[in-house]
């Protein structure tokens, strides 16, 4: 599978027919960011997001205003609000939210379409599900780095819903032409059916292990598991049970996680 098929490709799994294969995810977001005008606010999600969404638009000179989350899930009411409080440029965010929480993305494109604001959804954590739909972004965004579904270790894209925003994203696209990665890119791309798989079953099994804990957001497509806890007690029996299951945890509070005292089982990391 050449660039070619590697685009074709990427264009069903998006709905995007405007496409670029970049070096990195975050040559994407940086692209992408720099169609806002620098007397225009940028949104990004108070949790649930990925670390580099507050510090590009630092580095481009753009004022960032969080959006509320319930639990990484963006808040509509608090959105709303943003929207009529300030002049957006654009509101970037991930679905599913850290990785674990869907977010209400044909409702987030509405509210954000009445208010002139583009809409940059982050796919890395939902390429090939239901969750990566571009009927509700102007763009695209994902990685293909370590521990992303696309698991490449390099690499990332950007798509748009209409040629002349493609036209303008372009301009500042560092695209990836090494063919040897385009080939390792397009093998993790025709294994992403059986990767989905694999991570649902594990994530499946850890919440059945796991049904009397409080797991957050336990319904939603999602790639890592996010667990509670009330006491020390209960946060070392969590740790305790991802040490001798072999599971990769992190702590939360975290950014790109959840804001609030959890463990982290990153079942994408397997």
Sequence with gaps: MGKEEILAELQKL???NHLEITLRGDAAITAAIFLVPKDKILLIPEE???????????KLGLKVVEVKCDDARINLKDLQQ????????????QNPGGYFAEQPM?????????????????????????????????????????W??????????????????????KKHVAILEDKKILKIISQKIEELPQRISF?????????????????????????????????????????????????????????????KP??????KRL
């Excluded at 649930?48 to 630092?58: A, D, F, R």
């Design 148 to 169: 992303k579904l696309v698991e490449a270790k390099v690499g990332g894209f950007i798509s748009c819903k209409n040629q002349d925003l493609f036209e303008k994203v």
């Design 48 to 58: 649930g997001g990925w670390l580099s969404y507050p510090k590009i638009p630092k």
């Design 106 to 146: 044909e409702e987030i494109y509405q509210l954000c379409q009445k208010n002139q604001c583009l809409v940059i959804m982050d796919v890395s954590g939902s390429i090939g599900t239901k969750l990566c739909n571009g009927k509700y972004a102007d763009i695209l965004v994902g990685s293909f780095g370590e």
């Design 262 to 267: 959890a463990i982290s089982i990153e079942v």
């Design 82 to 93: 943003k929207l009529q409080e300030h002049p957006c440029g654009a509101l970037l965010y």
């Design 14 to 16: 998006t709905g995007h």
């Design 199 to 259: 991570l649902t079953r594990k994530r499946d099994k850890i919440m059945e292990d796991l049904k009397r804990s409080e797991v957050v957001h336990k319904q939603d497509v999602g790639f890592v598991v996010i667990v509670r806890y009330n006491d020390q007690t209960e946060k070392e029996n969590l740790i305790k049970y991802c040490n001798d299951n072999d599971l990769p945890w992190t702590e939360c509070p975290r950014y790109i996680r959840l804001n």
